[in-house]
């Protein structure tokens, strides 16, 4: 499956949807890759779609921002919809390699590929049946629709890189014969156990014994609501327990009502735009929740890993596979995910923190680089160095 790695520099554009300014785990991956390919000495090229149009030399690379229309129903995410302006701009780019962040509004840059005899990759960022699933449909129709949707995917680009083996199944099940494994990886510089703030717990605590923190976009996808859920069970068994949310979109409204009439412990604190400070959130926090059950890798939750906090999550996701014994898993049920909270409070603090940093020290970024540009089969064209503020 694996030709060659070319030695020279290579100019890869990469194309993504659903990319925002307060978008979390997507938009932190594109960047790192961006910094890890310039630094191997490639010239990466990023179009995004946005408000305004704009083209920035960053130092994630050039970033080419084009005018696009809001996805109805996803709060502020917006998709590359002008097909002939993106075809345009790829002939003049005229790049030796494409890599896409989207298997669905833009499949068809895949198939543009193909025609101009470019080597493509698409980034599987997400299972198709499990977005399916938490939007309501029924699990064998969404595994139907699944199918067709990755057979047409896996037909359209070289190369598929999943970064999990959990979001590699679906490829697998359909006897997909050109997908390859690349973890993603996360700061290990600026996500430290030295960031932990007794003074920044207490604020967040408000007097409460336990600090939970969930940093998610609030969408249905997310299901934020078992997190609301399972501090509902614990202060329920009398476990005095608190819970911070950073992070913003659609179903916001309503949690902040459910948080009132329930009398429940929540803060609000919007997307946090500063990465210092969320890392700080992150380390104050006692556990990190993350109830998505299609997460197919889970950057903030390795974010809360390498700052010393354990991780809650759902087990339908790909995040037991990334968190390993450095947190818990439980299905998605309110009364499961309190019950996993309380046995890894049952732990001792330092047992449970010193577990954390370690598994997130196997998720280094220029790890992840390399591997990406082994999908590329693009050699380092000078020492590769990790990307900024990452160490290998």
Same mark, same amino acid.
């Not at 290579?10 to 594109?30: C, D, E, M, Q």
């Not at 890189?161 to 993603?184: D, Q």
């Given at each position: ?16 949807? #659903? ?6 785990? &997507? ?16 010239? *990466? ?13 960053? $130092? ?6 084009? *005018? ?31 890599? =896409? ?11 543009? +590929?193909?025609?101009?005899? =470019?080597?493509? =990759? ?16 029924? *699990? ?13 995917? %896996? ?8 970064t999990t083996e959990w979001a590699e199944r679906e490829f697998v099940r359909i006897g997909a014969r050109n997908v390859l494994r690349?973890?993603?990886? =996360? ?25 939970? &923190? ?15 859920? !399972? ?22 409204? %309503?949690?902040?009502?459910? +948080? ?7 803060? #609000?604190?919007?997307?946090?735009? $500063? ?8 380390? %104050? ?18 974010? %809360? ?40 409070? $049952? ?7 010193? !577990?954390?940093?370690?598994? !997130?020290?196997? #998720? ?7 591997? #990406? ?5 693009? !050699? ?13």
């Amino acid at each position: 499956m694996r030709g060659p790695a070319i030695s020279g520099p290579l100019r890869i554009v990469r194309l993504a949807n #659903f990319v925002t300014p307060t978008s979390g785990g &997507l938009r932190t991956a594109l960047e790192q890759l961006g910094r890890g390919y310039l630094a191997a000495g490639h010239e *990466p090229v990023l179009i995004v779609p946005g408000e305004e149009e704009s083209d920035e030399v960053t $130092d994630q690379g050039r970033v080419i921002t084009l *005018p696009g229309p809001v996805l109805p129903g996803t709060g502020s995410y917006r998709v590359l919809a002008d097909r002939r302006r993106v075809r345009r701009i790829l002939e003049e780019l005229a790049p030796d390699r494409i890599e =896409v962040s989207d298997r669905t509004t833009l499949r068809w840059t895949g198939e543009w +590929a193909r025609r101009a005899r =470019v080597p493509s =990759v698409m980034v599987s960022h997400e299972t198709a049946d499990g977005v399916l699933r938490t939007w309501g449909v029924p *699990p064998a129709a969404a595994a139907r629709a699944a199918d067709r949707l990755n057979r047409r995917t %896996a037909w359209a680009y070289a190369r598929i890189v999943c970064t999990t083996e959990w979001a590699e199944r679906e490829f697998v099940r359909i006897g997909a014969r050109n997908v390859l494994r690349a973890p993603l990886g =996360v700061d290990l510089d600026r996500c430290r156990p030295g960031r932990r703030s007794t003074v920044l717990r207490a604020e967040h605590a408000d007097g409460e014994r336990v600090l939970l &923190l969930m940093c998610s976009r609030l969408s249905v996808e997310k299901r934020p609501g078992t997190a609301l859920d !399972a501090l509902a069970h614990l202060r329920g068994q009398g476990v005095r327990a608190a819970l911070a949310v950073a992070g913003d979109g659609p179903l916001r409204g %309503a949690l902040e009502r459910r +948080a009132r009439e329930e009398r429940l412990p929540v803060r #609000f604190l919007g997307h946090v735009a $500063d990465r210092e400070a969320l890392a700080d959130l992150q380390a %104050a926090a006692d556990l990190c929740l993350a109830p998505g059950p299609a997460e197919t890798f889970g950057l903030s939750a390795l974010e %809360a890993l390498a700052c010393g906090t354990p991780v809650v999550a759902s087990a339908s996701s790909a995040l037991p596979e990334v968190i390993g014994d450095a947190g818990a898993c439980a299905p998605d049920d309110p009364s499961a995910f309190a019950q996993a909270i309380r046995s890894l409070l $049952d732990r001792p603090e330092p047992t449970r923190r010193a !577990a954390a940093r370690a598994r !997130a020290e196997l #998720f280094g970024w220029g790890r992840s680089v390399a591997a #990406f540009l082994q999908a590329h089969d693009a !050699a380092p064209t000078t020492i590769l160095v990790p990307p900024q503020g990452v160490r290998a």
